[in-house]
Structures are given as structure tokens and as C-alpha cells.
């Protein structure tokens, strides 16, 4: 089979002033960065991201003050609340159409690794020499960003999802703290649904949100160390604590501990639910104590949050990352790269309100988010299994939810799932 | 006298004139229509991610992997059952509400409004508004039921298979409605009355006249209404997109929403591109009768 040029194929087809339009889009003229990318140096930087509207302001502001140290005119277009479905087709299509953003925020794992893997992102390993970033940022946070050897992004928030829950709901079930064990969970499930309260708010379309129910079961029964072969392929899914994972998947929407007809439900609409008091809890990250608890006026004294038990040790909880990447093709990488370590600094983590930076020294204020400065303090250190829509590929991920889908329906049994779980993990392997 | 002169006067640019004057239109047609065409064509031949700068030749492997594909089977029945579905119950009642507003009904101006207002609503909102009206616990459908004591009707629409397409069709026939009414309504009123009289002076009832009247003179609205909404019907995404994301698991996926996965969310565009052409080429198949019977009378 021969190999063709994509921009080869365009400049053979093509007429010729659409043929010099796209090629000076590719950018041109000799190296100025220290990062080995070509391109006219610019001081202006464009910034695409997905900050929400409680938080692009702020995330301005701080782009503004980059502006006046650093001489540069950096604009920013945010595509809020898009979601790791929607996002990187956008950024995509932006690239493809030559002009991508010289920095995207995305998420780490098998979401940003396509973007590598195409090279349309620079290997930033000089800047993380020149700045320092191995040492100031989290290590774990680092490798889910590091593709095939190549430091693809820099990341800042290192995210873990716990069970977030309304203190009124559990009372109203008589339950006074949060279970210790799975089998406590389940008693916590049981009380509710007495109660006539809904247990666990998770929404099953687009697949990724209901998901996070069945990665945690998967880590109780596999535990860490077969959790982790299973999710690269090095041990089969056809096994019996596997079927365990999808029996009590089974079980918890058969017990009604999830919302009726969760499958078709939007995440984005039964996320808050616990907030509104239709739910007890969800399992979400710390992002909703702004996004769903203070943008709703409600006093963070109400809700409360835990780790999921899973009766294993270490303890772990599902976690991703997220961070900065740099275009292959950034007019000055230099600058850009100066822009992600004014990001990385501790007093601009803290300006931009995160509640869960990889950067020592900004940790989430107690004061404005005490409920993500607990999570921080209680379970920040411990370590993650990769959230699932991050450990595959958005094909083989879209299968995993299908055959949760078709277990939830009834259409398969346990033992089927897993077996066809094996079918999808191994042809992925192997390819 | 006069005539003869104007016509053996020489013209202007000759036998190029026309080709001048169609000049700027063929640009835009080639640059966005047959330029973008033969390009989707060229990389259905590859394996292109769709990010990268290379990519191989495969020839017509991506064609020949489209039977074996059990989502492309999926959607091509969800596709046939669409396009059955869209097609014969809004072309049935837009004509039915075309013929009572035809008819002598009070505030037939608000009433147009009424039924037309869902086509031109952004299908996105439309969307919305029907998955809040499915939610299985908060939603109004199930909420109605229960109130009527229906209980055991009440179910996860959009959250099962069996029920999930069904769903996502009833608001397109809602928005799909108003086109053809609006369509058999102006050929309604372009039926002459003298017919209708004739035939009352024949002795023929509503019923008769319905059939030996009314529908032969609407054979016009209905080809176009037919094609139209066939080649419609056809290109399904967005419904599906907003209401489903071709969910729960694949049971909703249609060729445009497949072939949108494959592009751009699964990094396969040489496969989701061959998707693409298929879509197509069934789609000027099913527009060629059209187009023909449009130049025909044209002409």
C-alpha cells in the first residue's frame, strides 16, 4: 500500500490559491523555540478550552495578567460544558482546518492520546526541563499526559471521584456517616430506597456517567492490582470476579438504587439531582461543589462527600486528568509554553479557584470550597484506577457501555458480558 | 424587418456567453460541492484517522467491512424504519390538517401557526424539550399516565431498546408535520370549485369526491412532498444525535449518526468517510425521479 500526504492529496486537487491558503496555514520558516517547533514567532496566543461560566472569568483575568508581563495578546474561546464527548471534535476539525489553537486544554489518557499520536502536539519535554515541571507537579498526574514516551501536555487538575451526597437525605434514611464498607453501602442503598429516596444519581446516556458506577464495583471485586491488567489488556475479562462486577451492577439498578430508566437519562440533567434533593448522593468529582452546590445558593454545610469502599488495600478511587497542549505547529511555542508555566504557579492555581491541582502548594481554600478542601485532605494522596472513558478508546469505551447497556436491558447475562468484554479488550490489544 | 436585423446581428462573447454569465455559480458549485465530493470519494479509498497528515491506500476495503459491521446493520433497518415512519404519518396528517383548514374553520391563521410552528423551532430545543417531557421519573408523559392510573404504561422511553426509536420519532413527525400541510393546504385551494360542483351535480359524496377529485389534483404535491421527505428522512442525524447519541448502546445509531462516530469521535474517517458515500449515492438515487419529473416540467 502506498502512503500519501493528506496536504499532498489537497495540494494536487486543489486550485492553486486554495493550495497556497492551506499550505501557509501549516506554517512555515525557521525554528525559534526551544521546543523544535516551527513557525513565524507571534506574540499573539490563541487558548481553547471548555471553563464553564463560573469560571472563564476568572480564567481571563489571569490570561490578562500573562498579557501585560509577558507582551503577548492572548485571546480564549471556551466551549463550555461540551463534555469529553463533544470537545475533541471541535479542537479536531479546528486543527484539520489549519487553524488549530496554539494551546487546548484536554483531557489526559486515551482522550488526548490520539492528538499525540497525530503530532499535531509538541513534545514539551525542553519546557519541562527549562521550568522545573517534573518536580512541581504531580508524578501520576505527569504519566497521563506522557504518550509513548512524549510529554504531550502539562497537567494541572488531577481529578478523583468520590460519592458526593445530601446530609438531609441520609439523615432522613436514619443514616448518621458515610459507609466504611461496600456491604455498609449497600445497607445505605437499602435505607434510602425505604425512604422513598432515590440512592445513586447517574445518567446512562452518551455512557460515560453510569460507567462510573461499574469501574467502581470492578475495582471491589477485581481489586487494584487485576483491575489495572484488565483495563491493558494483560489479563482476561472472562473470569469470575468480573462477572461478580457486572452481577452487582445488575443488582443495583434491579434494587432500584439507581434513578428508573437511568440509561436514557442526561448527565448533565441528573448530576445536580442530589443537590435538589431528588437523589442522595452521585459520584462526581470536586468540580460540583461550584458547579452544582454553590451555583445552586446552597450552603456546602449540607452535603458531604466519601471515598467509595471498596474493601481493598490500597484503597483507590477513579481519577483523570486534565492539562495543556501545545500545537505542533504554535506560531511561538516559547510563549506558549510561558503561558502554561504562569498556569502551573501555585498563586495562579489558587486565582483560578481549582479544587484539585497537581501543582504543590494549591491546594483547594477551605474558606470558598470546604468541601473540596476536605476531599483534598482526606483522599487527595491516594491513589487512582483510570477512569474508564480515559483507559480505552473512544470506540472500544463506546463498546464497554454498550454491553453495560444491553446488561442493564437484560439482553445479556453476567457471565455473556464478560466474556464479550474479553472480545472487545483483546481485538483492541492486539490491534 | 426588425427582427431579421436584431437576430443576424453578431453577439457578444459568442458561444461563451452563457458559460460567463454561469461562471460565478460553477465556482461556488465546484469549490463546496464537487471539489469537497470527489475528496470524501478519494479518502473512503484510505485509512485516514482523520488528524493525521498521512495515511494508505486501501483501496475498497473500507466498502467491503460495511456488511460485516453489526452497528451498520443496526443502522440500516433503524434507517428504513425512520424513513417509513417520517414519511407516511406526517404526509398523512399534514393532509388531513390541510383539509380541515381548508375547510370552514375559525381562526385557520392561528391554527396554521399552530401546526406550523415545530418546523421552524431549532431541532436541538426540540430535543430538549421531549427528553424533559421522557423523563422517566420527573417527565409530563409519565407523569400524565400515572395520573390517568396507567402506571404499568409508564416506562423508560428513551432509556430501553425496544421503545428508544419510537420515541425519538414522535417529535419528528410533531416538527415534520407542518410541511406537508402547508404544501397540500396551497394545492387545496389551487382545485378549482367547479369540479366539486360537477361532481355534486353527478351525484358523488364527500367520500367519492375525495378520492376522484381531490387526490388526483394533489398528485403533484404529493411527488414532492413524497421525494422531499424521503431524501429527508434519509439524512437523519441530528434527532438522534441530541436525543439518544444513538443510545442506549447502539440501538438508535442511523448511517449519518454512524458515520459521525467513525469520523470524528472514533478517528476511523477513510471508514466513516465510505459510510458517508453510501449515504449519499442512495440518496441521488432516491432524488433522480425527482429532479427528472421537476426538469420535465420545467421544460
Known amino acids: 500500500m502506498s502512503t500519501f500526504s493528506r496536504r499532498g492529496f489537497l495540494g494536487l486537487t486543489s486550485a492553486a490559491a486554495l493550495g497556497a491558503g492551506l499550505s501557509a496555514c501549516t506554517g512555515g520558516g525557521t525554528s525559534t523555540s526551544s521546543g523544535g517547533a516551527t513557525g513565524a514567532a507571534s506574540n499573539d496566543l490563541r487558548v481553547f478550552t471548555y471553563e464553564g461560566d463560573e469560571t472563564i472569568g476568572l480564567f481571563k483575568a489571569q490570561l490578562k495578567k500573562f498579557d501585560q508581563q509577558a507582551g503577548t495578546t492572548t485571546t480564549v474561546e471556551s466551549l463550555p460544558g461540551s463534555g469529553a464527548a463533544v470537545y475533541p471534535d471541535k479542537l479536531r476539525t479546528q486543527l484539520l482546518g489549519g487553524k488549530g489553537p496554539d494551546i487546548w486544554r484536554i483531557w489526559g489518557g486515551q482522550i488526548g492520546s490520539p492528538f499525540a499520536k497525530a503530532k499535531q502536539v509538541l513534545d514539551l519535554a525542553p519546557y519541562y526541563q527549562k521550568y522545573g515541571w517534573d518536580s512541581s507537579i504531580n508524578k501520576q498526574a505527569i504519566e497521563g499526559m506522557t504518550f509513548e514516551g512524549m510529554k504531550a501536555g502539562l497537567p494541572l487538575l488531577s481529578l478523583g471521584l468520590g460519592a458526593w451526597y445530601n446530609k438531609s437525605l441520609f439523615a432522613k434514611a436514619g443514616v448518621s456517616a458515610p459507609p466504611k464498607s461496600y456491604a455498609e453501602l449497600e445497607e445505605v442503598n437499602d435505607k434510602l430506597v425505604a425512604v422513598g429516596v432515590t440512592p445513586c444519581g447517574l445518567g446512562g446516556k452518551y455512557g460515560w456517567d453510569i460507567m462510573r458506577l461499574f469501574e467502581y464495583l470492578l475495582e471491589h471485586t477485581a481489586g487494584p492490582e487485576l483491575h489495572d491488567k484488565l483495563l491493558t489488556g494483560d489479563e482476561s475479562w472472562d473470569r469470575p470476579e468480573v462477572v461478580e462486577a457486572f452481577t452487582l451492577f445488575k443488582k443495583w439498578q434491579d434494587k432500584k438504587w439507581l434513578p428508573q430508566g437511568a440509561l436514557g437519562l442526561d448527565p448533565s440533567d441528573v448530576e445536580p439531582w442530589y443537590v435538589q434533593g431528588k437523589t442522595a448522593y452521585t459520584i462526581v468529582g470536586p468540580w460540583t461543589e461550584a458547579a452544582a452546590i454553590l451555583s445552586a445558593k446552597k450552603s456546602p454545610s449540607g452535603f458531604g462527600n466519601f471515598e467509595l469502599p471498596t474493601d481493598k488495600t490500597p484503597a483507590r478511587h477513579s481519577g483523570f486528568v486534565e492539562g495543556y497542549m501545545i500545537n505542533a505547529k504554535a506560531s511561538n511555542p516559547d510563549k506558549a509554553a510561558e503561558l502554561l508555566d504562569f498556569l502551573a504557579k501555585p498563586e495562579t492555581q489558587k486565582a483560578l479557584q481549582i479544587t484539585a491541582s497537581t501543582v504543590k502548594g494549591a491546594e483547594p481554600d477551605p474558606k470558598s470550597l470546604p468541601l473540596s478542601a476536605e476531599w483534598a485532605q482526606k483522599y487527595g494522596s491516594n491513589p487512582f484506577y483510570t477512569i474508564q472513558d480515559q483507559a480505552f478508546p473512544k470506540k472500544q469505551a463506546d463498546q464497554y457501555f454498550s454491553v453495560q447497556s444491553d446488561l442493564l436491558q437484560g439482553s445479556v447475562k453476567p457471565d455473556a458480558a464478560a466474556k464479550k468484554m474479553q472480545e472487545i479488550v483483546s481485538a483492541w490489544a492486539k490491534s | ?299
Open chain 2, 1 to 299: 424587418m426588425a427582427t431579421t436585423v436584431a437576430l443576424s446581428k453578431p453577439k457578444r462573447g459568442g458561444r461563451w456567453s452563457p458559460w460567463l454569465f454561469a461562471l460565478p455559480a460553477l465556482i461556488v458549485y465546484v469549490g463546496f460541492l464537487v471539489y469537497p465530493a470527489v475528496s470524501s470519494l478519494w479518502f473512503s479509498l484510505t485509512n485516514w484517522d482523520g488528524l493525521s497528515a498521512t495515511y494508505k491506500f486501501v483501496g475498497l476495503d473500507n466498502y467491503f467491512k460495511l456488511p460485516s459491521d453489526p452497528v451498520v446493520v443496526t443502522a440500516v433497518k433503524n434507517n428504513l424504519i425512520w424513513t417509513v415512519v417520517t414519511i407516511a404519518v406526517p404526509t398523512v396528517i399534514g393532509l388531513l390538517l390541510a383539509i380541515a383548514l381548508n375547510g370552514k374553520v375559525h381562526g385557520k391563521p392561528i391554527l396554521r401557526l399552530i401546526f406550523y410552528t415545530p418546523a421552524v423551532l431549532p431541532l436541538v430545543s426540540i430535543a430538549s424539550i421531549w427528553g424533559w417531557l421522557y423523563n422517566p421519573q420527573y417527565g409530563a408523559i409519565n407523569s400524565f399516565l400515572r395520573l390517568l392510573g396507567l402506571d404499568g404504561l409508564a416506562q423508560p422511553w428513551l432509556g430501553q431498546d425496544s421503545t428508544a426509536l419510537w420515541a425519538v420519532m414522535v417529535p419528528a413527525i410533531w416538527l415534520r408535520t407542518g410541511f406537508p400541510m402547508l404544501l397540500y393546504l396551497a394545492a387545496l385551494q389551487g382545485i378549482p370549485n367547479e369540479l366539486y360542483e360537477a361532481a355534486t351535480v353527478d351525484g358523488a359524496t364527500k367520500w367519492q369526491q375525495f378520492w376522484h377529485v381531490t387526490m388526483p389534483s394533489l398528485r403533484p404535491a404529493h411527488y414532492i412532498v413524497l421525494a422531499l421527505s424521503l431524501i429527508d428522512s434519509f439524512k437523519v442525524f441530528d434527532m438522534i444525535y441530541a436525543m439518544t447519541y444513538g443510545g442506549p448502546g447502539t440501538s438508535t445509531q442511523v448511517m449519518g449518526t454512524w458515520m459521525y462516530f467513525n469520523v470524528f469521535q472514533y478517528y476511523q474517517a477513510g471508514y466513516g468517510t465510505a459510510i458517508a458515500v453510501v449515504i449519499t449515492l442512495v440518496a441521488i438515487a432516491v432524488g433522480i425521479p425527482y429532479v427528472r419529473s421537476q426538469t420535465r416540467e420545467a421544460s
